[in-house]
Each structure stands twice: as C-alpha cells, then as structure tokens.
C-alpha cells in the first residue's frame, strides 16, 4: 500500500507541473497575439492621428518592439519558475538553462545587427533559433557580394553553417 500511495503523489505533482507549464506557455501565445494586436492598433491610431509629415513606424521597429516584449514575458516566465515553491530541482534547472540560453541569443542578435549596420546597412532584425539564423535587411534589392558580407559575420560570429542562414531582403 504505502508504494501505491508514493506513485500517487508522484503522479499528482507530476500532473500539476505539466498544468503549470502548459499553462505558462498558453498564456505567452495569449501574450504575444495580444501584444501583436494593440501594437497593430496603436500604430493605426497613431498614424491616423499624426500629420502627414510625421514618421511611421517601421517593420524593424515594430519588430524589436514585439521582440523584446515577448522576451521580457519569457524572462518572468522563466523567473516565476526559478522561484516557484513546487518547482523540482530539475524543472528549476531546465528554466535556469532556457534563460542563460536566451540571454545569449538575445546578446549574439544584438552583436549581429550591429555588425551587419556596420556594414554600410540602413537597419536589420536577425532572430536566432536553434536551427537557423533570420537575417532581415533594409535593402530592397541584396548583391551577391552584399549578401556574402552578412553571411560572412554570421558564420564567423556564429556555430551556424551557411546552409542554415536565411537572409531576407526588405524594403
């Protein structure tokens, strides 16, 4: 009896952790759509409320606004699991692995953009994920010896291989 009741209270803690973490990741999608609503409806409002001669925002700043808003909503995520209570030592750990790995990503995106900037570049996003590196260049039309250029820092200053950089012109 006493190893039933053991697998019992294993199973329970076990299944509020999944609700906890299913939970968090549902509410960091609400996050991000709603973030993306009210920035799409905030940039209409304020474009129709702004004179004719005043600045838009642009896909790199709307970007690197909805970026860093859904990181900041990762990092208390993260830290509402480092902190928990109930939390096990392992679900701790995994959480303190994914923000060290994000902060990472988010320092080498920085160093990217800036490099890539100083390249002769107006502006540009890069987004790290495990498998590729996005690279998203204010030029409406790339050459071939442009595009070496950004793919020369990225795999220099990067472990990613050519074949998974995606380099994407916009205008």
Do not use: H
């Amino acid at each position: 009896m006493k190893g039933t009741n053991t697998k019992t209270k294993t199973g329970k803690v076990n299944k509020k952790k999944i609700i906890v973490l299913v939970s968090l990741v549902a509410l960091l999608v609400a996050t991000g759509c709603l973030n993306y609503f009210l920035t799409t409806r905030n940039a209409k409002t304020t474009v129709a409320s702004q004179s004719n001669d005043a600045v838009t925002p642009t896909f790199f700043a709307t970007y690197r606004t909805d970026r860093e808003a859904t990181r900041a909503q990762e990092m208390l995520y993260l830290e509402d699991i480092i902190s928990s209570t109930e939390a096990d030592e392992k679900t701790v750990a995994d959480a303190q692995t994914k923000k060290l790995s994000l902060v990472g990503m988010m320092e080498t995106e920085l160093s990217l953009e800036g490099l890539i900037k100083s390249k002769g570049f107006d502006d540009c996003v890069v987004t790290i994920s495990t498998d590729n590196v996005n690279v998203v260049v204010k030029d409406a039309e790339l050459s071939l010896d442009e595009a070496s250029q950004i793919l020369n820092i990225i795999t220099s200053e990067t472990d990613y291989k050519a074949s998974n950089v995606i380099i994407i012109p916009y205008v």
